[in-house]
């Protein structure tokens, strides 16, 4: 993933310092994937009910989207990352839901789980804070991994 996308960082920051970053992407076809709308209504209505109830946001810098806090816990919090005021969510995509918490230096950390449909897959996979902004190209990277295993 890291030689085929630069920017992906091969290491990430962790509890006690930088370890390797991991990379597992569930490839959901069949039934999963056919529940993709199913999913993405019940995570619209829980993120447009957390909107109604005037829930925080705070922009978040690493991906230039929203997050609207789900809950904050003091040593961490959730949220979904959303688009900015005026602009569309993509319609093939879960708003990511992220969760923070502390490092050994009381520093934030965080990591969004991600759920891509395409051509029929649901892709599902999380990026730690310093990779977020891969999702696409990470889909990008399996999809065509992929459409080569199965040609051999």
Same mark, same amino acid.
């Not at 076809?29 to 925080?56: I, N």
């Not at 050994?104 to 969004?112: G, P, V």
């Given at each position: 993933? #890291? ?29 999963? #994937? ?6 993405f209504a019940e995570?619209?209505?829980?993120v447009q009910k ?25 040593r961490g919090s ?10 569309? #969510?993509?319609? !093939? ?12 230096? !009381?520093?934030?950390?965080? !990591? ?27 889909? !990008? ?12």
């Amino acid at each position: 993933m #890291a030689s085929s996308n630069p920017g992906y960082g091969r290491t990430v920051r962790g509890y006690r310092g930088q370890v390797d970053a991991d990379l597992i992407v569930h490839i959901l076809g069949g039934k999963e #994937a056919r529940e993709f709308p199913e999913d993405f209504a019940e995570v619209s209505r829980t993120v447009q009910k957390l909107s109604r109830s005037r829930a925080a946001t705070a922009p978040d810098a690493k991906t230039g989207m929203t997050r609207i806090i789900d809950m904050d816990m003091g040593r961490g919090s959730s949220w979904y990352l959303i688009p900015p005021a005026g602009q569309t #969510a993509a319609a !093939d995509r879960l708003p990511p839901a992220c969760k923070s918490s502390k490092d050994s230096e !009381d520093r934030d950390l965080y !990591d969004c789980q991600f759920t891509i449909q395409r051509n029929g897959r649901s892709f599902v996979f999380s990026l730690n804070e310093e990779n977020v902004r891969l999702a696409d190209q990470t889909v !990008d990277f399996v999809a065509k991994r992929l459409a080569e295993w199965q040609r051999k």
